[in-house]
Structure formats: structure tokens, C-alpha cells
């Protein structure tokens, strides 16, 4: 990793471990883009960017009719002095004018990487992991200052950008848009993958053709959403998941954001990610600073095994944080499908004795314990305990729960608030809302105005009442409606666009109060599922539910969907009963079990429904999860079949040196006729005599990646294997 700068004619070149990134300022003014891709020791512009009159094109400063910012790749382009394609911001003036014309005024350097004020961003622990670039442009007319950071990581193909805003003059500005990044490609030779999805149907992988104009995926609900995630890659016609260029785009943000490709006339292809300027906009009064988030951007020469492979590493050392962060994952039994609403402390100690025998580490009491919610309409807000169901409170199950053997995690909706509770009575102006209009429910809630710094407060205290008062090592936050009627009460007519934004400042700050007073208290975030699984909640919670879709052929896609960006020790996945909640489907034990372990295992099931021939299994299950968590969850992951492209899914999971391998095999449907499948493992060391645990067959590292095992034939509709291997020699 290095940052090398050539002060003659301002070149700026960052090198990652297999990868360069060159920028330029020519003609000492507009920061130009040159090159990003396969690593170059020694760049003597052999790419030149060619200056030519091109019609249409407008020229700056009426001079050079060669030059025209329509034509030429840039970092952070803008609108109004030539460039007619996506502009990167917008800055409204007093006088009711959008130019503004930001021009290269300087850059520092400096080892390590600068803190996000307010914001969640990969960190180093050492200044020595990483080096820093930032690049200040400057609006000489209104004093506004644009620094553009760029950090690049130690052994990683990395780069991260974020962007601050800066009033240095005496008017005040309005944002209208501000993005993270911006990267201008010099040719067209690519496809785009985009992760969409729904409730119960999360990161679907799509890949499709780039045409011309813009080509665009976004969320205006609040929150980055189960509908599209804030990813994007760039990847060549021939990339898979083991060859090819891909460049990729992961916003660490949990609210609105766009992130769209641009085709221009000259087959120039443009990639911007940031928050979602519709319905945006932020006043920045002299002397303020406006900051956004942070964009992280892998580059790949070996397909998108590799690129996970980045983004898994990044974000399980240097995105996660505090206790849990290198910590093995307790196993838990949550009793949302065991008993929704219904349930009562017997109920709950009967699941955690049979969760005890079976080896389960952690209890979890989800929604339905406080306030008198029997239902999903009532009481969000009010985090006291129901005496109706816990008539002992909290504490006493809390200590029930922790002398059966378990540890013990409870359920929040922190940020919601019901109509029918104490605390809407009390505040009914502390939701989300415009003035005179009436409330669009969501599951019969609303969204409680974390733009407000009470309400923040309020949210804070109460939870970490309940906190304080039992023996709660687990918090599940939940968040479970998007935003409408976005509107303050507490901000001027002027700021109301800021609303939504300001709400996502004052999760993190609610966020990071409550984390850093409970820092042995694990956080897993959830939204409907994975509805706001991203990078930016991450910083905070280090795992997330992946979805409230719990049957194993549905979780196939939509856990290899999510390895996209995220390691498996952050995607909740457990095993439920059948026939399966959300999709009526009956798939084996062994097989759910199988799909669960790949991601962070629980179990979400009456345990004491059970049959004693299942109980069985389930022990054996738990077993095993012991034994393989800390390849799976530490360990590099490599996907091998897709389900997303046939009737088989599978994947290996390979420990960091290399000496053990756990890997899962899925075939949905049986078939006449199928061909034989053989499965070639990856990522082992090819030197390495493996042993199969379970047969005692030894075989070298390079036959298990080459040459592979053939499958036996099995009759049988959602079919799963897993293998473990072990070093020998
Ligand atoms: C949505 C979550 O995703 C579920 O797991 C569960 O906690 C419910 N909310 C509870 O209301």
C-alpha cells in the first residue's frame, strides 16, 4: 500500500496490494481521473488523456477549445461549466444560482485514516494499516471548500472516499446534492451487478447489460432497504466468480441513497454512489462543514470470489468493532416463530431448558414482553415490562434463563413509537410528520423523529434502563416500517429536506451511546429481516438478521446473495420448523441445518415441539457448530454453485492458514436423468494432504481443487452434504 504524489505536474497515485488508482490535475485546475485497475509500478502517462474540440463541448473560461469537462474523465464532477452528465453535487447560492466551479487548490497526506465526525467508517487501530490522501478543490466565488478523501489499506484492494463540505465564505449555501464518490471509466466494456430484492426475498443478485444513458438503483424509504442494497460492481463480460475485472461500490450508509452507471456519447462510462439527492437538501450556513458518508470501492482481477473475499476482510477487522468483534458467536434460540406475541415466563423457561440440553448458548425473547402488546398495534415506545406475561418482570426471567445455563437477549424497536402507547400520548409530535396531515401507518406504527436531540435522549435512556436492570447480554434492534410524511417538528421551514438525513445522524449517535455503555452486550440489527443490512449498521452491530425468510431453499440465494459484501459471521441465519412459515415449503432438518451453519447459527423453533429423534439431530447439529464456527466464522469464504443459475448451491469455507475446510452442497430438486456432479473445492493449499473427517480418505490440496469429488447419486428433493477436512501434512 502507498499514496506516491509527483508535485511537478500534480499526479496522484495510490497503490492497494494488487491495484492503482491515478488522478491528475492538468493545466493546474480540474482533478482528473487516469486509471483504476491491475496494479502499475512505475505510470509514466502512457494513457494520456486526449484534449480535443469535440461539437457540443463546451470550454471553460472561454478559452482552449480542446478542453471541455463533457469530455474528460474527473473525481468529482460538477454541472454548469460544461459536463453534461451525472454531476457528483450541487450547491445552491443566495442569489438562486447552481454553478459553482470547484478547481484544484491543494492536498495533504498523512499515514492512517481520519475518524467520519458523526458517521460509521472502517477504521485502522494502527496508522501503519493505511495512508490517507486528501485532495481540497475550492469555488473561488463562494468560498466553498471540497476535500476529497481517499484511504487505502495495507494487503487489501481497497480504496474508501468520502467527501467533506466546507462554507469558508459568507453566504449561505444549500446543498442540493452531495455524493461519496465518482469514477470516470474510459470505455463501455461492462456490466453491471446490482443486489434487489424484497421482505423475505433479500439480495437478489441481478447482472445486466450497461446501455446507453443512466442505469440507476436507489432507496427514498429511509432506510437502505431489502429493495435494493447500496452495492453496485462494474464487472468485465467474461468476469465470474473466479476471473475477470470487477470494481465495486458499497455505501456505509443506512438511509436514502443512488447509486447509478452512465453511458455517454463517447462510450465513457460513469459510476456514482452517495445519499439519494431526491428529496435532499442541507443548509450550510458560513463556517459549517457538511459530511458524507463513506464509499468503500474493492478492485478485483480474479472475479467476485475475490472482491467478497475483500469486503469480508475489511469489514470483520476494520468496519466491526468492540468486544464481539474477534469473539466466537454464541448459538441462540430466539421464540418469534416458537410463539409470536404468545407466550408467557413458563413458556419461555420450558424452551430454555430443552435449548440447555441441547447445548444452545443464548436465549432470545423477541417482541411481544412490554407494554400490552398482544399484537402488532400497540405500545412501541413504552420498553416497560408486561406483568401480564412476566408477572416476575424481567430481572427474575432474565436469572431464571441464566441459572438453566443460557445467557439472555431481549428485543427493541427502539426508533418506533405505536399511537397506542404512553409515550404517543405524552409526545405525539415526537414522530415523524408534516404539520396538518394525516399519519401513513406502517405495521400500525411510526417512526420516532430522531432528528430531535430529546428524542435521541429518550430513546437512549429507555433502553439502557432495561439494560442496567437485568442480566441482558444479546439486544436484538429491530426496525420494522419506512419512512412517509418526512417532516420535523423541530427543524425551520428551510431544513425540512434534511429531515431524513438528520434521522440517520441521530440512529448512529442513539447507536453509539448505547454501544459504547453496554460494550459487553452483543447487538445483532435486523429490519423486517434484512431490510437494512449495510455496512453502516455494521459499524455498530457486528451481525444482522438476514432475513425473516427462514426456509433453507429460500435462504440459499439469499445468503449467497448477501456473502456479496458481507462475511458469514454477520448474517443471522436459524433454523425453524415445518412446514415453513413463509413459504409453507417442508425441507429436512438436516438440510436446514446445513443452509444455518453457513451463516451465524441459531435456531427459531418451539424446541419442546420437538420429536426425541429430533432433538437428536438438533444436538448433533449444535455439536457440530462448535466444532466448525471458527473456520465459518473467521475463516475466507468461496462460493462454488450458484442457485441463482440452477437446481445446486455450494460453497467452502477455508481457515486463514489453511489447514481445515468446511463445505456444503445443496440440490433443491431431485432430477431423471441429471448428470453427475462433481464438486471442486477452493482457496485450500494445494501442498496440503487433507483428511476427510468423516470417511478418513486423504487427499492433496491440488486434487480437491482440480480434480474434485464426485458426488454419489441421491433421490431426494432438497438434498445437503457437508464435508470437513482437516490438514494431515
Ligand atoms: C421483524 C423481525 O424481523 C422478526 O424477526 C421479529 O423480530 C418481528 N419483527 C417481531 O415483531
Known sequence: MSIKVNEANLLFHLQGKNMSYIMKVPKGQYLTHLYWGKKVNHYRESNKIIFMDRGFSPNPDDSDRTFSLDTIPQEYPQYGNGDFRIPAYQVQLENGSTVTDLRYREYKLYKGKSKLKGLPATYVEDDSEAATLEIILEDKLTGLLVTLTYTVFNGLDVITRSVKFTNTGNEKLKILKAISASVDFRDDNFEMITLYGAHNNEKNIERRKITSGIQMVDSCRGASSP?????????RKNTDEDNGEVYAFNLVYSGNFAAQVQLDQYKNTRVSIGINPFDFSWILKPGEEFQTPEVVMTYSCKGLNRMSRTYHNLYRKRLCRGEFRDKIRPILINNWEATYFDFNAEKIQAIAVDAKKLGIELFVLDDGWFGKRDDDNSSLGDWVVDKRKLPEGLKALAEKVNNIGLDFGLWFEPEMISIDSDLYRAHPDWCIHVPNRSHTLGRNQLILDLSREEVCDYVVEAVCKVLSEAPISYVKWDMNRHMTDIGSAALPVERQRETAHRYILGLYNVMDRITNRFPKVLFESCSSGGGRFDPGMLYYMPQTWTSDNTDAVCRLKIQYGTSFTYPSITMGAHVSTVPNHQVGRITPLSTR????????????????????????????????????????????????????????????????????????????????????????????????????????????????????????????????MLWRFKRVR
Not at 227 to 235: D, G, R, S
Request: no cysteine; glycine share 8%.
Open 593 to 720: 441445518g446445513h443452509v444455518a451453519m453457513a451463516g451465524n447459527f441459531g435456531y427459531e423453533l418451539d424446541l419442546t415441539q420437538l420429536t426425541e429423534e429430533e432433538k437428536e439431530l438438533v444436538k448433533k447439529q449444535v455439536a457440530l457448530y462448535k466444532e466448525i464456527r471458527e473456520v465459518t466464522q473467521f475463516g475466507d469464504f468461496y462460493r462454488i454453485f450458484s442457485p441463482f443459475e440452477g437446481n445446486e448451491a455450494a460453497w467452502n469455507f477455508v481457515s486463514e492458514d489453511k489447514s481445515e475446510v468446511v463445505a456444503s452442497y445443496f440440490k433443491i430438486l431431485s432430477q431423471p436423468a441429471a448428470a453427475i456432479t462433481t464438486i471442486k473445492f477452493k482457496g485450500l493449499e494445494s501442498e496440503y494432504l487433507y483428511e476427510n473427517l468423516k470417511t478418513g480418505e486423504v487427499f492433496g490440496g491440488d486434487e480437491l481443487m482440480n480434480v474434485g469429488i464426485t458426488l454419489p447419486r441421491v433421490k431426494q428433493d432438497f438434498l445437503s
Open 227 to 235: 429493495q435494493q442494497a447500496p452495492f453496485l460492481a462494474l464487472v
